[in-house]
């Protein structure tokens, strides 16, 4: 008798087994880090070096890049980005308040900024989802860089 009551239960368990492992799809690879979607190293360091030249270069922003030597601020942000997108670097600078304080940046060059950003991510080819992802990162430090 109790034999019999147990048959029922054990083939439902066998019958739970083989329905879950039937019906479970594999899980999706994990999402690559933005700085895999930037291209890694030669993406951020192309994107850097495209929109530092710009932006210091446009008469609307190349104020306070006057005197700055372009090849170890580049290499500063190519270290910046990397760090906040993921990346295997560790960024060493100032943060950025203190980066820009006395520079009285204004909202204006920070747009001008964030224009050459975006033109240089899609020259680089990186997606629309994957611009507005480090975009947003960028919009966040907006206030520590105007020191407001
Ligand atoms: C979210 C926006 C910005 C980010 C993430 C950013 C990032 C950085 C970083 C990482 C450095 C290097 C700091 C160090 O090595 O200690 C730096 C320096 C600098 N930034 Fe920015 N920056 C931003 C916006 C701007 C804007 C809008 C301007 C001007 C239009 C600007 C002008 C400068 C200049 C001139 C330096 C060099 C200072 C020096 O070496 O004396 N930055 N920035």
Do not use: W
Not at 133 to 138: A, H, I, N, V, W
């Amino acid at each position: 008798m109790k034999r019999h009551t147990c048959i029922p239960a054990a083939l439902l368990a066998l019958v739970a087994i083989a329905a879950t492992t039937a019906c479970s799809t594999p899980a999706p690879p994990p999402k690559p880090s933005l700085f895999v979607r930037l291209g890694g190293m030669a993406g951020v360091t192309a994107v850097v070096d495209d929109f530092v030249s710009k932006v210091s270069a446009d008469p609307r922003s190349k104020r306070t890049f006057e005197g700055v030597n372009l090849a170890r601020l580049k290499a500063s942000v190519v270290s910046h980005v990397c760090a906040l997108s993921g990346g295997p670097c560790k960024y060493e600078g100032d943060a950025m308040a203190l980066a820009h304080r006395g520079m009285a940046i204004t909202s204006d060059e920070l747009s001008v900024m964030g224009h050459y950003v975006d033109q240089a991510l899609q020259r680089q080819g990186v997606a629309r989802e994957d611009r507005e992802e480090l975009e947003r990162m960028l919009d966040k430090l907006g206030p520590e860089v105007l020191n407001k």
